[in-house]
């Protein structure tokens, strides 16, 4: 069945760096684009950015750009999310989520805790 | 930047009918997909593309989008529907969320 894998939780310190990654499976991975969504404590959702894995293109939100970068690694179908210059503000769960050409995002991965304290 | 707004909270009797309503500018003229979150766990895409349903999801959820407002309906609510809803639209190649609402059922 089609999953996404995330790794485990993460503790930071302000001003650190930390990488996520999403393991896909049970689909061809270069068809589809990944999303990184996050969610901070009691919060609503918030889109990350977006990166294809057919052609790397990526598309980061506004307020994100310059502080993190996605990549993909096609041998092992896997999906990178990077944010630099760590703050509070950045402690929650962060998803990966797969986005098919119709630009449904439709599978989600478990999330990976991230807390900056 | 566009904007999605929903109501914060929405409560139904068990067996009711709830609706979800999600407004945004000429919201009609972009796909809209709503995404099902229990506490604990990662959201679930129960409507895409407006009113079409991902499979297993129960024909007890529907969709509809027009004008400037989509709305989510839950027929039949029941207590295993109570959860926190996001809608959401893609904008200029970005993605936006809708602020959520959590339905109680009781």
């Known amino acids: 069945q089609v999953q996404l894998v995330q790794s485990g939780a993460e503790v930071k310190k302000p001003g650190a760096s930390v990488k996520a990654s999403c393991k896909a499976s049970g689909y061809s991975f270069i068809s589809y684009g990944i999303s990184w969504v996050r969610q901070a404590p009691g919060q609503g959702l918030e889109w990350m950015g977006w990166?294809?894995?057919?052609?790397?293109?990526?598309n980061y939100a506004q307020k994100l750009q310059g502080r993190v970068t996605m990549t993909t690694d096609t041998s092992t179908s896997t999906a990178y999310m990077e944010m630099r210059s760590l703050t509070s503000d950045d402690t929650a769960v962060y998803y990966c989520?797969?986005?098919?050409?119709?630009?449904?995002?439709?599978?989600w991965g478990q999330g990976t805790t991230v807390t900056v304290s | 930047s566009y904007e999605l707004t929903q109501p914060s909270s929405v409560s139904v009797s068990p067996g009711q009918t709830a609706s979800i309503t999600c407004s945004g500018h000429?919201?009609?003229?972009?796909?809209v997909s709503w995404y099902q979150q229990r506490p604990g766990q990662s959201p679930v895409l129960v409507i895409y593309?407006?009113?079409k349903r991902p499979s297993g999801i129960p024909e007890r959820f529907s969709g509809s989008n027009s004008g400037h407002t989509a709305t989510l309906t839950i027929s039949g609510a029941q207590a295993m529907d109570e959860a926190d809803y996001y809608c959401?639209?893609?904008?200029?190649?970005?993605?936006?969320f809708g602020g959520g609402t959590k339905l109680t059922v009781l």
């Open positions: 990166i294809s894995a057919y052609n790397v293109n990526t």
């Open positions: 989520v797969r986005v098919d050409n119709g630009e449904v995002m439709d599978v």
């Open positions: 959401q639209a893609w904008d200029s190649s970005t993605v936006v």
């Open positions: 000429k919201l009609g003229d972009k796909y």
């Open positions: 593309q407006d009113r």
